[in-house]
C-alpha cells in the first residue's frame, strides 16, 4: 500500500495534500497496488481525500497533534506505516514535509529522496528524479530499501478528481508527547503561501522603494497571484522576509513568474529557475533575468506594470 | 555549552554544471568547492555567538576525505574550537547522518547545528535523521535563537509567516537565514586554525539504501521572446495562448 500524508492546516486541506494523493493514486495504478491518505489531527472532510484517488482515509486524532512537532508526527506516521503495512510514503516538499522525511527514513531505515517533482519508473526497482544543484541539473535515484519515502514539490502535478469520497477509519496510535512548546505561529492571513503559489508577481530594487509597491499589489490582486520579492528588498525591510524568494530565501516553481525590476542574479534565479513560464520586466537590456526568462519587456516598470495590470483586467472581464 | 556544527562541502552557487562522460557524477573538474553557506554564516556563527556569551566549545564534524580539510580548517579560522571528521566520501543523506549520530551519541553536546539545507543537493534531510538517531528534538528553519539557562525560544520560517517554540537542550536545529551574520575570519584567527585540532575517524559501515543512478542536464530554455512594452495586451494574450499560464 501507498500510504500519502496529507497536510492540512486547521483542518482544510493544502492543494499540496490533493497533488499527493494524485501522485499516490497514479502510483498505485502502476504497480497494481493502492493509495490510501493518512490525517493527523482533526480535518472534518478527511474523506474528501477519496475524490483525488485515496480509497481510504486514515485518521488520528489527538489534542497532541493539534501543534506540529516533527519527532511526535514521525512517531506517529511511523506507526501508521506498521499499521497500515504500507511500503511508500509520500510526503509534502513544505517545511513540514521536509522537517518528517529525514526522522522517518532514520527511524524506518527507509530510502528517501527529497523533492521529487515526476512520476517514478517502476518498470525495474523504484526510481525517482529530482532537481539538483538549484535545478541546474537533474538526478536519478534507485530506492532499494523495502520501505521507501519521498517529498513532492509543490505544481509538480495538477490534482485530479478521479472518483467519490472515501471511508475515513480512525487509527488508534500511542501520541507520545511533545518536548517542543509552541509558543506563537503567525501567518499572513488570506494569501496563498509561496511555496503553494501558481501565479507569482515579484519585484526587486527596480520598485525604489517600499511605498511604490501599490502597483505591483495591484497587479497581483487582479490575477491572483502572491506577491514576492528578492533579497536587497527583504534585506532593506521593504517586504516582510517571507515573501524573500531565491537561494536564501523560499525556493519556488509556480506556473508563472512575473519579475519585476530584479535583475537576475544567479542566486535568486536558483529559487526561480523550475517556475514553468518566467516573464522579466527591466529597463535594462542587460539584465541577466533576460537569458533565464520565456517573455521579457524592455521598458519602466512604473509604466508597464499599471499597462500590463489593465490588460489583465480587460483580459478577465472578456474572459468572465 | 557544549556545540556542535555539522559542516558540508559544496560546489560554489556561480558552479556551472557538468557531467562526467558517463553522467553517473558531477564533474568536478574546474568546480571551486566552499563550506555549505547555511552552515557558515548561520549556523557556525550562531553557534560561536552563544559560547562567547555563555562560554563553552563549539566543535566541527564533516563528512569525507582529507581535501574536506580546507574547509574544516575555514571554519576553525572563524572561531570554531576543535574538529572531527570522519574519514569516508559521503553518499547518502542518511549513511552522513549515521557517521555524525555516530560520533554525537557519545559527545553530550547540548545543541547540535546545521544549515537548513546544502545548496547542491537542497534536500533538508540530515538535521531531521540525526535528531532521530539520537532521539532529540528537531528544530528546522531557525531565523533566531534565544537561550535562557537550558531553555531555547527559536522563531522558525514556516510557509507563509513565523512559529516560536520553546525546547530544552539537547535538542538538533537548522539554520536559516537571520540566524546570524555571517563573519569573515580575521589574520589571527587564520593562524590559530592551523594548530587546532582535527580528529580523523573511521566510519561505522552502512549500506547506502538510497543510490545515486545517474545524472541530466535540464533542457536549454529556449530564446527570451521580447514583447513590445507599449503592447501589454500582447503579452497576456502570449500568456494565455501560448504559454497556457493563466
Request: hydrophobic fraction near 45%.
Amino acid at each position: 500500500m501507498i500510504l500519502i500524508f496529507a497536510e492540512h492546516q486547521k483542518g482544510q486541506f493544502k492543494k499540496a495534500a490533493f497533488e499527493a494523493v494524485t501522485y499516490g493514486y497514479k502510483v498505485a495504478q502502476a504497480t497494481g497496488s493502492s493509495c490510501a491518505a493518512l490525517v493527523l489531527g482533526s480535518a472534518s472532510d478527511a474523506g474528501t481525500l477519496g475524490k483525488y484517488g485515496a480509497s481510504k482515509v486514515f485518521q488520528v486524532e489527538d489534542a497532541a497533534l493539534e501543534n506540529f512537532d516533527s519527532q511526535v508526527y514521525a512517531a506517529v506516521i511511523a506507526a501508521a506505516m506498521q499499521q497500515t503495512g504500507a511500503k511508500l510514503l509520500v510526503l509534502p516538499h513544505s517545511s513540514t514535509g521536509k522537517s518528517l522525511l529525514g526522522r522517518l527514513a532514520a527511524r524506518l531505515n527507509a530510502a528517501s529522496v527529497a523533492g521529487v517533482n515526476a512520476l517514478p519508473v517502476v518498470d525495474n526497482g523504484f526510481r525517482v528524479k529530482r532537481p539538483v544543484f538549484s535545478g541546474k541539473a537533474i538526478a536519478e535515484y534507485e530506492l532499494k530499501s523495502d520501505i521507501k519515502i519521498i517529498s513532492l514539490t509543490g505544481n509538480a502535478l495538477q490534482p485530479q478528481v478521479t472518483g467519490q469520497d472515501a471511508p475515513v477509519e480512525a487509527l488508534s496510535v500511542t501520541v507520545p508527547a511533545s518536548r517542543v512548546k509552541v509558543k506563537s505561529v503567525e501567518r499572513a492571513e488570506g494569501i496563498v503561501p509561496l511555496p503553494e503559489a501558481e501565479l507569482v508577481v515579484s519585484a526587486g530594487r527596480g520598485m525604489k522603494g517600499p511605498e511604490n509597491w501599490g502597483i505591483i499589489e495591484e497587479l497581483a490582486n487582479v490575477i491572483g497571484a502572491t506577491t514576492a520579492c528578492s533579497r536587497p528588498v527583504a534585506d532593506a525591510d521593504w517586504r516582510p522576509h517571507h515573501e524573500h524568494v531565491g537561494q536564501t530565501g523560499i525556493a519556488i516553481r509556480p506556473n508563472l513568474y512575473i519579475a519585476i525590476g530584479i535583475s537576475g542574479a544567479i542566486q535568486h534565479l536558483a529559487g526561480v529557475n523550475s517556475s514553468k513560464t518566467i516573464v522579466v520586466i527591466n529597463k535594462d537590456k542587460e539584465a541577466p533575468f533576460f537569458k533565464a526568462a520565456d517573455y521579457g519587456v524592455e521598458g519602466d516598470l512604473f509604466e508597464v506594470v499599471p499597462r500590463l495590470t489593465e490588460a489583465f483586467r480587460k483580459f478577465k472581464g472578456g474572459n468572465g | 555549552m557544549k556545540l556542535l556544527v555539522c559542516i558540508s562541502k559544496t560546489p560554489d552557487t556561480t558552479t556551472k554544471i557538468a557531467l562526467t562522460g558517463d553522467k553517473s557524477a558531477l564533474d568536478a573538474n574546474g568546480v571551486q568547492y566552499i563550506m555549505n553557506p547555511y552552515d557558515e554564516w548561520y549556523a557556525l556563527v550562531r553557534a560561536l555567538e552563544i559560547t562567547e556569551k555563555s562560554g563553552g566549545t563549539v566543535t566541527l564534524i564533516n563528512v569525507g576525505k582529507a581535501d574536506n580539510d580546507a574547509i574544516i580548517r575555514k571554519g576553525l579560522a572563524i572561531g570554531a574550537n576543535d574538529a572531527v571528521r570522519v574519514d569516508i566520501e559521503p553518499q547518502s543523506s542518511l549513511s552522513v547522518a549515521k557517521q555524525i549520530a555516530e560520533h554525537a551519541k557519545t559527545g553530550n553536546y547540548d545543541i547540535i547545528f546545521l544549515g537548513k539545507e546544502t545548496i547542491d543537493y537542497n534536500g533538508s534531510e540530515v538535521g531531521a535523521m540525526v535528531a532521530e538517531y539520537l532521539d532529540l528534538p528537531f528544530i528546522s528553519y531557525a531565523s533566531k535563537l534565544e537561550l535562557d539557562g537550558n531553555t531555547a525560544t527559536i522563531s522558525r520560517d514556516i510557509e507563509g509567516g513565523v512559529e516560536v517554540v520553546e525546547v530544552a537542550t539537547p535538542f538538533v536545529i537548522s539554520a536559516a537565514k537571520g540566524l546570524a551574520e555571517q563573519r569573515i575570519p580575521n589574520m589571527r584567527g587564520i593562524m590559530t586554525s592551523k594548530t587546532k585540532p582535527i580528529a580523523v575517524v573511521s566510519p561505522v559501515a552502512f549500506d547506502d539504501l538510497a543510490v545515486t543512478v545517474s545524472y541530466e542536464l535540464p533542457k536549454e530554455k529556449s530564446a527570451v521572446k521580447m514583447v513590445d512594452p507599449n503592447d501589454m495586451d500582447e503579452l497576456v494574450r502570449l500568456l494565455h495562448e501560448e504559454a497556457k499560464a493563466i
